[in-house]
């Protein structure tokens, strides 16, 4: 089940740095590349929860037999040019649940947030290597473009930033 989460209490913002260190650790392309701690991603969670607290960004949460195994935000904008559209952004799995659909539901779940608010697209970018594409193509993503050699994993290890679309 994926909720809506509007406000983020202490108890969930530490589980949510929590996750997004194990995520990182275990090789999850979330922002960061491993090793990370806590003081690393924080800053990262801080502004994704500024998003939510000044209304523009939703959390979304996956719990699989009620524990918290997700999240990812919904960050949409004031503009009206586009407000149509979100981005997906920080779309993560705990390591514990990876591997039996939770990433699948997770997605499919934000999509339905999306189209309750009233949006027609969500976007998301990933970085490529991970075999992250086909993932994302299975939940109804499409592959609208990317920036070559965008991502520096490391000396030498340059991935392209792969953009796409999921209308809904």
Known sequence: ??????????????WMLSCWVDVTNAGGAVGFVPPVGPDDVR??????????????TTVGLLRVDGERAGFAFIVGT?????????????????????GRGAGRVLLDGLADIARADGLEFLHLTY?????????????GYVE?????????????????????????
């Open 43 to 56: 800053p990262a969670l801080e502004d994704g929860l500024a998003g939510v607290a000044a209304g523009t």
């Open 144 to 168: 609208v473009g990317r920036l070559p050699g965008m991502i520096r994993v490391a000396p030498g290890d340059d991935r392209d930033s792969v953009l796409m679309v999921r209308k809904l």
């Open 78 to 98: 004031g503009n009206p040019l586009f407000r149509h559209w979100a981005t997906v952004l920080r779309l993560q799995i705990h390591p514990r649940f990876q």
């Open 1 to 14: 089940m994926v909720e809506r989460v509007v406000q983020v209490d202490d108890d969930l913002r530490a």
């Open 127 to 139: 970085r490529d290597g991970l075999g992250l594409g086909q993932f994302y193509e299975a939940a």
